[in-house]
């Protein structure tokens, strides 16, 4: 056996409810009169009167003593479990039941009060409501004791879901001590033993009429009985929650309210965990014990963590940062209660590595009795189960928490050997009922699912759980345990480096969360409808400068959408199940609103309250359930109504591609699909509704919030036989994501639409068809390396080229313009790239490496998060596809240029069109058609060159004409390339481009450490420069170089001409290469026409010759 330490410190166990408020049972004066409801007992002589609250505003007077107002939604101020016949009232809020009678209220047993007669010894009183037990009605006199009487008027009705509580007005003459009982009282409903109060909130099982329900008042000899009926009615917010159904609610603000007094119940709810767990007085105030100096750091190796409201409650906070960094308050500790109790650490304060204060050891000896609800170790020893635990060079997990119990508990602990709980023997180990589970999250893949299974079934028995967490990062299996403790994951502690440092925990008790109280401020708001704004204090779509608009709405919306997405991400549905009521009731509330939006908006004509409902509903979206109503107006993203679709069943076989390929089906508004993976594929993957960015929609644009804001869903994650089911209230295109690419999967789609989808040419008739019936308002067609999802109009006109008549066609224009050359241009090798010997023999001559890209790029022809195209994968836009649309490839153009390309003082877009160019080009090449390319300003450029010859100082000339625009950068860069050309030394000019992105991702990977550059410096012609110099070269440098490099010309001389400054360290390593000098020559192309071939004709640009006739 192990040998046994006791435990240091006290602790305080639940058996006492804390006082929270003002006013306790043992105020009562003898002889006194107590008016004030529960903030006095009804002892010798005393009066307590009272009244009752439903929660729903009403207020009762209950006899001739008056009674106060009740407090509109309250209870009382008591909390619903509040009247344990074996505990003291608790009392949540100030003032006590100071509603339930008016403070002036004066009983002086004068006979004026008909239920209080001493002059006579007879029991007086209703056959109902008030009266006393007949058969100790048999003493005469003065000197015999008279029973006490009891008298109120509780309300008759309560609802379902709301707090109820009632405090009946007694007297005894006698001044005897007063106990009372509930007799008949449906199982919700409590009593205070010392003062009468019931309470409790009843449920959906309890609907219907309670009768007979009996307070009993007791003098110890004599009772009375106050008798009464209570109708349990119906909740329309409770049945909400329950079924999910917004709709049954006829006022959101009935929601509203009832998640504001959500929040305010569950400020409270741990309070006695923390009484507990620091050993703090029953009032919550600290004492000479008490733990208000924890230290803890849980070293870089830890995870931040996050609580869920409602569900559990963050203990431990960090407060202090090492290395100087930024202090932050987050979370490494979490607790809480359901079918069992748990807690859950960012870190391990039991191993040996990281540091912990005596308070952190003692808190952790509190948690395990807390955890287990007992602390008699010396009499029935503490039986544990260990699992998943790392024992590694670095984190000494299983031996180190096995040392530490052996410290403190000595012989009064077992627990099983390492690694004999693990994987699929934990479901044996948890049989034995331990006293506790101390898990992490070190597993293999293949048992993560049957562990979760196995604690979450150990928890529904009862079985208390602690988790230390292991590393910084999350495994799968601890993703997986995180989302059964309804914990969530922030990041690596790695990068912040926080801890705790004298932490005290009185400073959060009772306080609700930052990200909590900008929710209450939020539905303040809305249940108050009393926003309202000065727009004007907008700059276009910025409104950030709106007086109260951050934070009267925006922080809590982003809390909201926050709590949202991380549910879609866990896929879990929360109105499949109990609990989770701030959740269900924000996601109802959005439900709620979303019903009645409609578009268009305008943050100045539209009420402003409406605005917001309506921006809330966005936030709010929550798909990962089966009742999500469609939205009926959706404005210009997509119709809402789909009944003249037929929904199939539909299996889709693909090979996985980063980062994303359409699945070729349509999720309709409303509808819950099920998607079952079939195959058994070594690949991640996700799906999701929707390609569309947030910022695509413009709700501050004028008269621009025209659609819902957040159309695209979360991405739902799905493993090899797994079925996922959601709803998207607005419908769309679903997605595949992959984690990897070249794997085969399938899918199978239930109850999902076919829209116009065309995969290959067998789809061409199939596809036209679709559009011309034109059933959806969305068209997708995906190529290998490119995909278009596009709204129906656009695609038509998209068709309408007589370029591209048919899907085969536009397809195949796809890959050839937007995928092969805008590729082959950025240095790339890949599927659908053709391999150019002029660059590649380059890259294999310097023995550099041709970079891999094989992924999936997309547009959405819709309308565009910036300007009137946006980039990014995907870019959306305005306008409608095409392959050889300057505008697309623009876009896609912006993913692939270097901003080490763009000269000092160069416009962004100098560096962005050369893609659209090249293909533009090649499809002159191709079809001998207008390639329509941009027009550059050559001549204009040309004459600053010349007229500067003459200048006393040449390049103080051309840097006062200011040649930094676009169109100035690209027409430098497009004669470079004809330089090479022109000198013999490209084949085509253009390949100057592709060579340089080689030798910048090379340059960039020998970045990585001295070896690496030392090794690479000289293949990529910088063998002069260090490894710091390398890092800290500014474009100019860099671009006198690499172009000198990549045309095997002295570029030196000719970027002086354009007043292209260099420093000597890059002129010193031009120098060493040797080459002839690119000369002082200029190619005289019209505007456009570089984009029929580069092979122009030369002038010199001596002052002396001009532009010629073109």
């Given at each position: 056996m192990l040998r046994f330490h006791p435990l240091a410190g006290s602790i305080l166990l639940a058996s006492a409810i804390a006082l929270t408020g003002c006013g306790s049972d043992d105020d009562a004066k003898i002889g006194?009169?107590?008016?004030?409801?529960?903030?006095?007992?009804?002892?010798?002589?005393?009066?307590?009167?009272?009244?009752?609250?439903?929660?729903n505003g009403d207020t009762n007077s209950d006899d001739s003593n008056g009674s106060g107002d009740a407090n509109d939604g309250e209870s009382d101020g008591d909390s619903a479990t509040d009247g344990d016949s074996t505990g003291g009232d608790s009392v949540d809020g100030a003032g006590g039941d100071d509603d339930d009678a008016s403070s002036d209220s004066d009983d002086t047993s004068d006979g004026d009060d008909a239920s209080d007669d001493s002059s006579s010894g007879d029991d007086t009183g209703s056959d109902d409501d008030t009266g006393s037990d007949d058969s100790d009605d048999d003493s005469s006199g003065s000197d015999a004791n008279q029973p006490p009487t009891i008298s109120g008027t509780p309300s008759p009705l309560a609802k379902e879901g709301d707090p109820f509580s009632f405090t009946p007005t007694v007297n005894d003459i006698d001044g005897d001590t007063l106990t009372f009982q509930l007799v008949n009282g449906p199982s919700w409903m409590s009593i205070n033993a010392n003062t009468g109060k019931v309470t409790g909130s009843p449920s959906a099982d309890d609907l219907g009429m309670a009768k007979g329900i009996v307070i009993r008042v007791s003098d110890g000899e004599k009772s009375a009985d106050l008798k009464f009926d209570l109708e349990i009615a119906?909740?329309?917010?409770?049945?909400?929650?329950?079924?999910g159904d917004a709709l049954v609610v006829e006022n959101s603000r009935d929601l509203a309210s009832a998640a504001l007094r959500t929040i305010e119940a569950n400020r409270t709810r741990y309070n006695q965990a923390?009484?507990?767990?620091?050993?703090?007085?029953?009032?919550?105030?600290?004492?000479?014990?008490?733990?208000?100096?924890?230290?803890?750091?849980?070293?870089?190796?830890?995870?931040?963590?996050?609580?869920?409201?409602?569900?559990?409650?963050a203990i431990l906070i960090s407060n202090a940062a090492n290395e100087g960094k930024t202090v932050y308050n987050r979370g490494f500790g979490v607790i809480g209660e359901d079918d069992a109790r748990y807690m859950v650490l960012g870190g391990n304060p039991m191993r040996e590595r990281g540091s912990a204060n005596e308070q952190m050891h003692q808190f952790m000896q509190n948690a395990i009795v807390w955890l287990t609800g007992r602390n008699n170790f010396d009499a029935q020893p503490l039986k544990l189960v260990m699992a998943q635990m790392d024992e590694s060079y670095w984190f000494h997990d299983a031996t180190g928490v096995r040392k530490w119990l052996d410290q403190r508990y000595g012989e009064n602990v077992s627990y099983n050997a390492q690694g004999d709980c693990d994987g699929s023997k934990l479901a044996d180990c948890l049989n034995t009922n331990p006293d506790l589970l101390i898990i992490s999250q070190k597993s293999d893949e293949a048992d993560v699912d049957a562990i979760t299974a196995t604690v979450a079934a150990a928890m529904a028995k009862g079985?208390?759980?602690?988790?230390?967490?292991?590393?910084?990062?999350?495994?799968?299996?601890?993703?997986?345990?995180?989302?059964?403790?309804?914990?969530?994951?922030?990041?690596?502690?790695?990068?912040?480096?926080?801890?705790?440092?004298?932490?005290?925990?009185?400073?959060?008790?009772?306080?609700?969360?930052?990200?909590?109280?900008?929710?209450?401020?939020?539905?303040?708001?809305?249940?108050?409808?009393?926003?309202?704004?000065?727009?004007?204090?907008?700059?276009?779509?910025?409104?950030?400068?709106?007086?109260?608009?951050?934070?009267?709405?925006?922080?809590?919306?982003?809390?909201?959408?926050s709590i949202m997405s991380n549910l879609d991400k866990s896929k879990m549905d929360i109105f499949a199940n109990e609990g989770k009521r701030y959740q269900k009731l924000l996601a109802l509330l959005g439900d709620h609103y979303r019903a009645s939006a409609t578009y268009p908006m305008d943050k100045i004509t539209t009420e402003d309250n409406a605005f917001l409902k309506s921006l809330y509903a966005d936030y709010s979206v929550y798909n990962y359930r089966a009742l999500n109503p469609a939205q009926k107006d959706m404005g210009n993203f997509s119709r809402s109504n789909f009944d003249h679709v037929s929904t199939v069943t539909k299996t889709i076989d693909m090979e996985s591609k980063r980062y994303f390929r359409a699945a070729g089906v349509y999720a309709l508004p409303g509808h819950t699909v099920k998607v079952t993976r079939l195959d058994s594929a070594d690949v991640a993957t996700s799906i999701f509704v929707n390609t569309q960015r947030s910022g695509a929609t413009h709700q501050f644009e004028k008269n621009g919030?025209?659609?819902?804001?957040?159309?695209?869903?979360?991405?739902?994650?799905?493993?090899?036989?797994?079925?996922?089911?959601?709803t998207s209230a607005y419908g769309g295109p679903v997605q595949i994501e992959f984690g990897g690419n070249g794997k085969n999967v399938s899918f199978?789609?239930?109850?999902?639409?076919?829209?116009?989808?065309?995969?290959?040419?067998?789809?061409?008739?199939?596809?036209?068809?679709?559009?011309?019936?034109?059933?959806?308002?969305?068209?997708?067609?995906?190529?290998?390396?490119?995909?278009?999802?596009?709204?129906?109009?656009?695609?038509?006109?998209?068709?309408?080229?007589?370029n591209w008549k048919t899907g085969a066609a536009l397809a195949a224009g796809t890959m050839r313009y937007i995928h092969?050359?805008?590729?082959?241009?950025?240095?790339?090798?890949?599927?659908?790239?053709?391999?150019?010997?002029?660059?590649?023999?380059?890259?294999?001559?310097?023995?550099?490496?041709?970079?891999?890209?094989?992924?999936?790029?997309?547009?959405?022809?819709d309308q565009a998060t910036c300007g009137y195209g946006c980039s990014g994968n995907p870019y959306d836009a305005y306008w409608e596809f095409s392959p050889i649309g300057h505008g697309d490839i623009h876009e896609l153009g912006h993913g692939l240029e270097r901003g080490r390309f763009r000269f000092n003082g160069w416009d962004g877009h100098a560096s962005t069109n050369p893609y659209s160019y090249y293909s533009k080009s090649h499809y002159y090449i191709d079809t001998g058609k207008n390639p329509d390319c941009q027009s550059l300003p050559f001549e204009s450029m040309f004459n600053v060159l010349r007229d500067s010859v003459s200048e006393s100082n040449p390049q103080a000339y051309v840097q006062s004409k200011k040649l930094t625009g676009w169109s100035n950068g690209a027409g430098i860069t497009v004669q470079m390339m004809m330089t090479a050309q022109g000198e013999g030394k490209l084949n085509d000019g253009w390949n100057l481009l592709p060579r340089l992105h080689i030798l910048d991702r090379n340059f960039n990977s020998a970045l990585a450490s001295e070896e690496a550059w030392s090794a690479a410096?000289?293949?990529?012609?910088?063998?002069?420069?260090?490894?710091?110099?390398?890092?800290?070269?500014?474009?100019?440098?860099?671009?006198?170089?690499?172009?000198?490099?990549?045309?095997?010309?002295?570029?030196?001389?000719?970027?002086?001409?354009?007043?292209?400054?260099?420093?000597?360290?890059?002129?010193?390593?031009?120098?060493?290469?040797?080459?002839?000098?690119?000369?002082?020559?200029?190619?005289?192309?019209?505007?456009?026409?570089?984009?029929?071939?580069?092979?122009?004709?030369?002038?010199?640009?001596?002052?002396?010759?001009t532009w010629p006739s073109l």
């Open positions: 006194g009169n107590n008016s004030g409801g529960d903030n006095g007992s009804a002892v010798d002589g005393g009066t307590t009167s009272g009244g009752s609250d439903t929660g119906f909740n329309p917010v409770e049945q909400a929650i329950r079924t923390r009484i507990d767990l620091f050993q703090l007085n029953t009032d919550g105030t600290a004492k000479g014990d008490s733990l208000t100096a924890i230290d803890w750091d849980p070293t870089h190796d830890a995870a931040q963590i996050s609580a869920m409201f409602g569900e559990n409650e079985t208390p759980v602690l988790y230390l967490h292991w590393d910084g990062n999350l495994t799968s299996l601890g993703g997986k345990l995180f989302t059964l403790f309804n914990v969530s994951y922030q990041e690596d502690n790695y990068w912040k480096r926080l801890y705790l440092s004298g932490y005290d925990s009185i400073d959060d008790m009772g306080k609700i969360p930052e990200s909590v109280t900008h929710v209450k401020t939020m539905l303040t708001h809305f249940e108050n409808e009393d926003y309202a704004f000065d727009w004007s204090a907008c700059d276009g779509e910025n409104c950030s400068a709106v007086s109260g608009l951050n934070a009267g709405f925006f922080e809590g919306a982003d809390e909201v959408r919030y025209t659609r819902p804001k957040f159309l695209q869903t979360p991405k739902f994650s799905i493993k090899s036989g797994e079925s996922i089911t959601f199978r789609f239930e109850n999902v639409g076919e829209h116009p989808f065309w995969n290959g040419e067998e789809d061409n008739a199939s596809f036209e068809q679709a559009l011309a019936q034109g059933d959806y308002d969305w068209a997708e067609l995906v190529t290998p390396g490119f995909e278009v999802h596009s709204k129906l109009d656009k695609m038509r006109k998209s068709m309408q080229d007589e092969n050359f805008p590729h082959i241009l950025a240095g790339f090798k890949g599927p659908g790239i053709d391999v150019v010997a002029e660059i590649h023999d380059f890259a294999a001559a310097h023995s550099l490496e041709i970079e891999h890209i094989d992924i999936v790029k997309h547009m959405n022809a410096k000289a293949n990529l012609g910088f063998s002069q420069y260090s490894l710091d110099e390398a890092k800290s070269i500014n474009s100019n440098d860099w671009m006198t170089v690499a172009v000198s490099y990549a045309t095997g010309l002295d570029f030196r001389d000719y970027l002086s001409m354009w007043a292209l400054p260099f420093s000597a360290k890059a002129s010193a390593q031009v120098a060493s290469f040797s080459l002839p000098v690119a000369p002082r020559k200029y190619y005289a192309s019209g505007g456009d026409k570089f984009c029929y071939g580069l092979d122009k004709p030369s002038i010199l640009v001596d002052g002396v010759q």
